[in-house]
């Protein structure tokens, strides 16, 4: 699944109603205290077509979270794959990472707010689709750590548990009419992801 430029999730019309109601009704009720019945009257749907295409308001809830993190494996696959340099390469995905939460933040929000209520195998599904995002990042940290165009100092592992730590921290600060874009947050921390890599010394670039 792509998204457009921005990073916003495209859904056929019927889905993304049920989808967009889910979202809308998880948001304002919580998942414990939303119906289905209530998601297909929001939705203007029958049950029937829902059942067409989610099996359960668990696979609602999944779904919500997943399709954004489809979109944005395949924009970081095109990134990682693509023509540029290492770092060139690397800030374009770090930028996008948090571009792309941002213009999804109410899903990525709804879901890790209910995550713990799926059944214990979609959680361990969900977890798996992550960690082969966060693993395909982590690759390009490598790649410039051995060409010798990032300091090896830090194991990548933690260079990307620290950096993916603040991008799922933006769900607590970041409003979409304050002072900066996501587009403009994204720039500021692929700066400082790139930054602290190029950092040899240990000492850091206090006072010069």
Same mark, same amino acid.
């Given at each position: 699944?792509?998204?457009?430029?921005? /990073?916003?999730?495209? =859904? =056929?019309?019927?889905?993304?109603?049920?989808?967009?109601?889910? $979202?809308?009704?998880? +948001? =304002?009720?919580? &998942?414990?205290?939303?119906?289905?019945?209530?998601?297909?009257? @929001?939705?203007?749907?029958?049950?029937? @077509?829902?059942?067409?295409? &989610?099996?359960?308001?668990?696979?609602? *809830?999944?779904?919500?979270?997943?399709?954004?993190?489809?979109?944005?494996?395949?924009?970081?696959?095109?990134?990682?794959?693509?023509?540029? $340099?290492?770092?060139?390469? *690397?800030? +374009? +995905?770090?930028?996008?990472?948090?571009? $792309?939460? $941002?213009?999804?933040?109410?899903?990525?929000?709804?879901? &890790?707010?209910?995550? !713990?209520?799926? +059944?214990?195998?979609?959680?361990?599904?969900?977890?798996?689709?992550?960690?082969?995002? !966060?693993?395909?990042?982590?690759?390009?940290?490598?790649?410039?750590?051995?060409?010798?165009?990032?300091?090896?100092?830090?194991?990548?592992?933690?260079?990307?548990?620290?950096?993916? /730590?603040?991008? !799922?921290?933006?769900?607590?600060?970041?409003?979409?009419?304050?002072?900066?874009? /996501?587009?403009?947050? /994204?720039?500021? &921390?692929?700066?400082?992801?790139?930054?602290?890599?190029?950092?040899?010394?240990?000492?850091?670039? @206090?006072?010069?």
């Amino acid at each position: 699944m792509g998204g457009d430029q921005g /990073g916003h999730v495209k =859904e =056929e019309p019927v889905r993304g109603r049920l989808l967009g109601a889910a $979202t809308r009704l998880f +948001a =304002e009720r919580g &998942f414990e205290g939303t119906s289905v019945q209530e998601i297909v009257l @929001a939705a203007g749907v029958t049950k029937g @077509a829902m059942y067409h295409y &989610f099996s359960s308001k668990d696979d609602l *809830l999944h779904e919500i979270y997943a399709r954004v993190l489809r979109m944005q494996m395949d924009r970081l696959t095109r990134i990682a794959d693509g023509p540029g $340099t290492v770092a060139e390469r *690397l800030h +374009a +995905a770090a930028a996008d990472v948090v571009e $792309t939460t $941002t213009a999804n933040l109410d899903d990525s929000k709804i879901f &890790f707010r209910s995550m !713990h209520l799926l +059944a214990p195998e979609t959680q361990k599904s969900v977890r798996a689709e992550r960690r082969r995002y !966060h693993e395909r990042f982590r690759a390009l940290v490598a790649e410039g750590q051995r060409e010798g165009t990032f300091s090896d100092r830090v194991p990548a592992d933690l260079v990307v548990d620290y950096f993916f /730590g603040s991008v !799922h921290h933006l769900g607590t600060w970041y409003h979409a009419d304050g002072p900066l874009t /996501g587009a403009q947050v /994204g720039r500021h &921390f692929a700066d400082l992801l790139l930054t602290s890599l190029r950092d040899r010394d240990g000492a850091g670039h @206090a006072g010069q």
